[in-house]
């Protein structure tokens, strides 16, 4: 599964390409810990199956969304505006789309997110492949509409994490807490494209200032 690592990369590229020229080392910095925020949800150990729900639940940007709209709309006035700067409701902005495809994204697409927490409780996890075939045509096993048996739900679904390295506390004896950074080449290469390219658009934004 990503690591923390790897969803801040993403956060950071989402950021980078939203900001344009409003990209500041302040605002791309918005993108990069909104991305960071969903993974806190491994340090809930007092919830059950709680990682990959409780801040992975679409819900949650959802909610920022509707505050940030409040926020803007109001007749007396952006809180935000007032505090940050008249750019502050587009980096909030940018800040929850980094979140979703930094944040939520990544474990979509690979183990499965508890999308619609606490409303729902079901993991769905969107993988497979889209081919193009002499002989089949178009293949795609992404869309499966046969039921998964059993479905997963906070009660039989647990994500092993360094802060809790035995979810279903198997054994009394000191379990190894591993905190990933990379775990595939592509994810290096990832992390490596991401710090380049938010490195560089700072260097810039510092020089024209």
């Known amino acids: 599964m990503p690591s923390t690592l790897v969803h801040v990369a993403i956060g950071g590229l989402v950021a980078t390409a939203l900001l344009g020229g409003r990209f500041s080392s302040r605002a791309v910095a918005v993108g990069l810990l909104a991305a960071a925020v969903p993974d806190l949800d491994s340090f809930l150990v007092f919830i059950d199956g709680g990682h990959r729900s409780a801040l ?7 909610l920022l969304t509707v505050g ?20 502050a409701g587009y980096v909030v902005a940018v800040g929850i789309v980094s979140l979703v495809a930094g944040g939520i994204f990544p474990d979509l697409f690979t183990n499965g997110v508890n999308v619609f927490w606490p409303l729902h ?10 081919l193009l075939s002499d002989q089949r ?15 997963r739900t906070t009660e039989n679904t ?37 710090a380049t390219i938010v490195g560089f658009r700072t260097v810039q934004d510092r020089r024209s200032r």
């Open 56 to 62: 992975h639940t679409f819900l949650f940007p959802a």
């Open 68 to 87: 940030l709209y409040w926020d803007t709309r109001r007749a007396e006035g952006s809180r935000l505006r007032e505090r940050f700067g008249p750019e």
């Open 121 to 130: 409780d079901q993991f769905y996890t969107l993988r497979g492949e889209l």
């Open 137 to 151: 045509a178009v293949v795609q096993t992404f869309v499966d509409l046969s039921p998964e048996e059993p479905a």
């Open 158 to 194: 647990r994500f092993k994490t360094g802060a809790d390295p035995d979810p279903w506390q198997q054994t009394e004896e000191p379990v190894e807490r591993v905190f990933p950074v990379v775990q595939a080449g592509w994810q290096l290469m990832l992390v490596l494209v991401s």
